[in-house]
């Protein structure tokens, strides 16, 4: 019998048009003799399914359409939203209480992630990789320029604490600059975080799990031209930056960062396909951790896209994969009731 899936799209941040796309390439890719695939867009004003121009509002109370007389339930979520509530926790701790099954991280686990602070401070206790030295500010409280830069050496980078697609990001490379960078930051999360620049190459890693069996996908090298880092802008409009995958890597690095990503897949508990981004220092070539991507971009020309064709993967194989053992999975929560 066909699932009925909830492919779960939009959400409240400035990634709501990629999250669109993300979920086109996904619902293209879900065959639809397996699946019936029922997108719903999440947006602070309302959830709600379109279909012929007729825009139908979700049941909240129990997760459910009523189409044409029927009433129709998921067997599980598809999430293809960037930033929040998607990547944060929030749907999936609603999830967890209707009993529906979820394609991404638990709660726990995406709302860590999505905290670039916290997460560091996680994955600096594993001890697998480098972590930057940072600073973190809080918009309702006071904080001094010269603090800052008696724990840190410029040039840094500025960036929201909570925030996906590198939205408000700055490299900052003299004091004058510091506070335009913050009040830039400030402007998409109540938090800023405040991280020395690691000189090297950008390295990005899709990671997934089938089973209990975790997979590193063929790195990719980011390779800035004009743009000072990879922001919002270099990442989704025309421009100069090259994504070259697979990276261009002595194997002994490869075969490091490959493990050094699963390895932190499983320390971090990741579930479903995550992207991980790191920096080979220069001259040492020793991987820092930048952060993880627990609903990574997935357009037809996303990273991740790029590193399952590099691996010879179908998008149809990849992604009925993933539902398949989320639709598995036996630990679900079951539905709260009173």
């Not at 293209?28 to 029922?38: G, H, M, T």
Request: aromatic residues 8%; hydrophobic residues 40%; contains cysteine.
């Amino acid at each position: 019998m066909k699932k009925n899936i909830a492919l779960l799209a939009g959400g409240y941040s400035g990634e709501y048009v990629i999250s669109l796309k993300t979920a086109q390439t996904i619902e293209k890719n879900l065959p639809a003799a397996q699946y019936n695939v029922f997108k719903i867009i999440i947006t602070k004003e309302g959830w709600w399914h379109e279909r012929d121009g007729q825009k139908t509002a979700v049941d909240k109370n129990d997760f459910s359409l009523t189409l044409n007389g029927e009433h129709i339930r998921f067997d599980a979520a598809f999430i293809a939203m960037h930033g929040t509530p998607g990547e944060d926790g929030r749907i999936q701790g609603y999830l967890d209480m209707m009993g529906i099954p979820y394609t991404t991280c638990n709660t726990i686990v995406s709302a860590l992630t999505f905290n670039k602070s916290n997460c560091n401070k996680v994955v600096k206790d594993a001890n697998i990789v480098g972590i930057s030295n940072s600073v973190l500010v809080f918009k309702d409280q006071p904080y001094s320029i010269g603090s800052i830069l008696d724990q840190l050496k410029l040039p840094v980078f500025v960036k929201p604490n909570e925030s996906g697609s590198s939205l408000g990001v700055s490299k900052v490379t003299s004091v004058e600059a510091l506070i335009p960078a913050i009040e830039k930051a400030f402007a998409e999360d109540t938090q800023v975080l405040i991280e020395e620049f690691i000189e090297g190459r950008e390295l990005t890693i899709g990671v997934y799990k089938i089973g209990n069996r975790i997979q590193a996908l063929p790195p990719t090298e980011v390779i800035l031209g004009k743009a000072a880092i990879f922001d919002f802008e270099a990442k989704y409009m025309p421009g100069d930056t090259k994504e070259v995958t697979p990276a261009k890597l002595d194997k002994t690095i490869n075969e490091q960062l490959a493990t050094k990503a699963q390895q932190l897949y499983r320390y971090l508990n990741c579930r479903g396909i995550v992207r991980m981004d790191f920096i080979l220092q220069k001259n040492t070539n020793k991987l820092y951790f930048l952060e993880v991507n627990t609903m990574p971009g997935q357009s037809e020309a996303s990273i991740v896209p790029q590193q399952l064709r590099c691996a010879g993967i179908e998008l149809q194989d990849f992604y009925s994969a993933i539902l398949e053992d989320t639709l598995n999975q036996t630990n679900a929560a079951q539905p709260v009731t009173g």
